[in-house]
């Protein structure tokens, strides 16, 4: 039994980073090759910030895989807490060197000055607002003696921007924001991303209400507008599963099942 | 799998939920809304049913004044110059007051003029003579000879167009042939006693004249006698002061000192008047 269009658009809009799903947008792609340039740059540090759900783990994800072929990159999604391990875990990946036992800053950096490498490796940190100051310290000494460089994400609070101004600001060669896509940019996401999963008859169903109907409910951001696409094909998905999918109008979008997409997602105070 | 029952229910509270706001305005909207249709409409349909009803009425009007006959001209009693004078001076207020209900009185504006003409009884005559010539003749012919009355009304004037009479006369002349002219007179005795304080402040003996034949009209030969007396010593030179003052005499019962008077007077005038007067009383025409 074949899964129904609506099974396979849910699955279009899981919240997941899969570099594979990335949607060239192109304010997005100008961005993103705005970094990438800048890693070739001599930079210490790239700071890469935005609200939860703006795309920045995505474009971690994606610039790893496009470096991965050419330099040393690096990529942690989850951060290190512990010290120990962090630099562990760094001299293990790209010195290839294991260590038992606690190894702190100046062992490793002893490490780092030893082993030869023929070019500068690059360390991918997502979710830095989770590290320590102590280790945010450590890593700024390490970035200042040009042996690694990191390109690290924040999400853009107060404190981050603390952490950016206090701890960065002399070091960071370059800064990112990401930003909410716009009403045109999120209609441009969702069609993007289901046409390039082959579904095509649910791309068609986004009348120009629905788009602006869920810009308005998810401000444009990646993250909820997944969430509620994916919602929205779930319940359309029950409906039939349901036998009640003829009450509904299925060559379009009912607004009526984006709204209650929103009160399931949270997005509707309901 | 999702609970579609619950979250219809749900959003079912939602929409009624968003709707609150827009009935929360609407029925703001309303409040304030009729409560002001109410207050303010009123007036606008009272104003529209004044000028739904005013409009007849001022068509009437315009009926009325775009109606005149001008071939009804009818001035009563006017066959002299004074009372010429008096209805050239209403005419120029019936200009002022065209747009409203034109209703007249009579109007002393002519002493004004009397004063600012030469004082001499006969330069008066004749400059009147100017602007009312057209007009005596045809008064003569239409209108007996009659006494101005003490109370007259006179009633729907209405001017034929004067191209003799001056300019300020045609332009009044012009209005008034659109419309119909009402003119009610008041007791004479004000106009009198309005006349006889001009004459205490200038002594002219036109004036003293003009009181003396109101007197006359009005029976008090005492009076009449009196100011023909006082013209007489102003100016020896009126023959209708003289005449006035003789036939006061006679109706006071002094017949013989009214004749030796006369004779008196036609030695030194050969007044055709005077003595046609005089034939008169020694006839008994006259008593």
Known sequence: MEPSIYSSSKGVFLDIVNPDEYVQLDRVSTIYQSLKDSINKPLKIILLFGKPGTGKSMFLTKLHKDLSTSKIVHLYETPILDESEFYKTLAQDIFFTKFSGELNFTQFMKIVKTSPIDSIPIVLLDEAQLYSDMLMEKIRLLSDSRTIKFVITLHKTEKEDLIAKEHFQTRIWETIELENASATELKLYIQKKLMKANCFDSASMFSGKNMNLIYKLTKGNYRDTNKLIYTLFDLYETYEQNNHLSSLNTNSISNKLVEMSAIQTGLINA | ?287
């Open chain 2, 1 to 287: 799998m999702l609970n579609t029952i619950d979250l219809e229910k749900r959003w079912f509270r939602y929409k009624i939920k968003s709707y609150i706001p827009h009935l929360i305005i609407f029925i703001g909207v309303l409040a304030i809304g009729v409560p002001s249709f109410i207050i303010f409409n009123p007036k606008e349909n009272d104003d529209n049913k004044k000028k739904v009803l005013s409009a007849p009425v001022v068509k009437k009007e315009l009926e009325t004044k775009s109606s005149p006959d001008l071939k009804n001209v009818s001035i009563p009693s006017s066959n002299t110059r004074i009372v010429s004078n008096q209805i050239l001076d209403t005419v120029k207020n019936v200009k002022i007051q065209n747009d409203e209900d034109i209703m007249f009185e009579p109007s002393l504006n002519f002493m004004q003029n009397m004063r600012n003409s030469p004082p001499s009884f006969y330069a008066m005559d004749s400059s009147s003579k100017v602007n009312t010539q057209n007009n005596e003749k045809e008064e003569k012919k239409k209108a007996p000879n009659k006494i101005v009355q003490t109370k007259e009304k006179i009633e729907e004037i209405v001017l034929e167009e004067n191209p003799v009479n001056t300019q300020t006369n045609t332009k009044v002349q012009k209005d008034i042939q659109t419309s119909v002219i009402t003119i009610n007179r008041k007791e004479a005795s004000d106009d009198i006693n309005n006349v006889i304080k001009r004459f205490k402040v200038n002594n002219n003996p036109v004036l003293s004249l003009f009181i003396s034949k109101k007197y006359y009209e009005l029976g008090d030969y005492p009076q009449a006698y009196n100011y023909a007396l006082i013209t007489n010593q102003i100016n020896r030179d009126i023959e209708a002061s003289w005449i006035i003052f003789t036939k006061s005499l006679v109706k006071l019962d002094k017949r013989d000192q009214a004749i030796q008077t006369l004779k008196d007077y036609i030695k030194d005038s050969n007044s055709n008047s005077a003595r046609i007067l005089l034939e008169e009383i020694q006839s008994g025409k006259f008593k």
